[in-house]
């Protein structure tokens, strides 16, 4: 297994466009998480996903964010309607449902660009 | 409030001599402790994590950190920096009834030549 592998890993997008990132986690983990990080800042919490079930979204995932794990594997998180806002590193986290088992492996984000 | 607190923003230390990153936390479980790298565009490598058990944790790259609850500290060390260490370190708390993690904001270390 290569670990948590994300896509793209730039995106410049206008402000007002929708964007769609994806994380493949390590295969055996069932559960995903999202972070988003700014500049000078540590992880904040975005959302969680057990299996494909989206258990728990954070304050600062407004109405123009979605997160999907359809089949349990891959995440998708969709932004609409960028902001300038939005422009942060996206990180995306994979565990066991025991993460004393291995802990939580990161991926290497996607930095998005909103101009 | 849960939190993390790394209250050096950033640290100078020249090649070869030892380091000390401070961490402290509020949380109102038994926390599970990390400490992470990051360097400049990249994503969070894991250097160790504590759960139980032995409160001094040993990592990777040389790196290790010790547990005192009765400070709320989770500090990380290393006797002898490398030019390769200069990134910056975030620590993190979290819990088994807490999957998200509480992250601090950031160690940067530079390393004098």
């Known amino acids: 297994d290569t670990g948590v592998s994300q896509n793209p890993r730039h995106k410049i997008t206008k402000r007002g466009q929708n964007v769609t990132f994806r994380c493949d986690p390590i295969?055996?983990?069932?559960?995903l998480y999202w972070y988003r990080q700014t500049l000078g800042q540590g992880p904040e919490f975005l959302t969680y996903?057990?299996?494909?079930?989206?258990?728990?979204k954070s304050r600062l995932l407004s109405d123009r964010f979605s997160a999907e794990r359809p089949k349990g594997s891959f995440s998708t998180l969709e932004i609409q309607r960028t902001e300038q806002g939005d422009s942060a590193m996206y990180l995306c986290?994979?565990?066991?449902?025991?993460?004393?088992?291995?802990?939580?492996?990161f991926g290497s984000g996607t930095r998005l660009t909103v101009v | 409030a849960q939190s993390v607190t790394q209250p050096d923003i950033h640290i100078t230390v020249s090649e070869g001599a030892s380091l000390e990153l401070r961490c402290n936390y509020s949380?109102?479980?038994?926390?599970?402790l990390f400490w992470y790298v990051q360097s400049p565009g990249q994503g969070l490598q894991l250097l160790l994590k504590?759960?139980?058990?032995d409160t001094l944790v040993q990592g990777i790259k040389g790196f290790e950190a010790e547990f005192k609850r009765s400070q709320s500290s989770f500090n990380l060390r290393k006797p002898s920096v490398h030019w390769s260490d200069a990134a910056e370190y975030f620590c993190?708390?979290?819990?088994?009834?807490?999957?998200?993690?509480?992250w601090g904001a950031g160690t940067k270390l530079i390393i004098k030549p």
């Open positions: 986290a994979s565990s066991l449902t025991v993460p004393q088992d291995g802990g939580y492996t």
């Open positions: 295969s055996e983990h069932n559960r």
């Open positions: 996903f057990q299996n494909e079930a989206q258990l728990e």
């Open positions: 949380y109102g479980a038994t926390p599970y």
């Open positions: 504590y759960f139980s058990g």
């Open positions: 993190a708390v979290g819990s088994d009834s807490n999957y998200q993690l509480i």
